[in-house]
């Protein structure tokens, strides 16, 4: 089972860019795809993007399209997300996942994530 733990989230202006990093440890990391998710108050957990093993190919979520980067570095066994314009509507806490399977590609949904960090707040002021 491989551990996640999220940093880099905080409080930042409307318009406004964070970087969000998710270290890995315990399997192999560079074997699994790779995702982002996030949930506001009150609402379910929800797809922002994902990244294939070897960081070839990428997806994302139509809100955060163009906003948005995912990338990882295998050999510091970390996946980032890196935020740009920032709007209120992205206001959540923040999860990266790790694929249950290796060699699989995420897709937009939770039920193949087999581990999950704890979190981290991100909040957009208006």
């Known amino acids: 089972q491989v551990q996640l733990v999220e940093s880099g989230g905080g409080l930042v202006q409307a318009g406004g860019s964070l970087r969000l990093s998710c270290a890995a440890s315990g399997r192999t990391f560079r074997l699994y795809s790779m995702g982002w998710f996030r949930q506001a108050p009150g609402k379910e957990r929800e797809f922002v993007a994902a990244i294939t093993w070897g960081g070839g190919s990428t997806n994302y ?13 295998n050999t510091q066994n970390t996946v980032y997300l890196q935020m740009n314009s920032l709007e209120p509507e992205d ?3 923040y999860y990266c996942a790790a ?7 995420m897709v937009p949904t939770t039920t193949d994530c087999g581990s999950w960090g704890q979190g981290t707040q991100v909040t957009v002021s208006s």
């Open 91 to 93: 206001t959540a806490v």
């Open 99 to 105: 694929h249950a399977r290796p060699y699989t590609i």
């Open 61 to 73: 979520a139509d809100s955060v399209k163009g906003r948005f980067t995912i990338s990882r570095d």
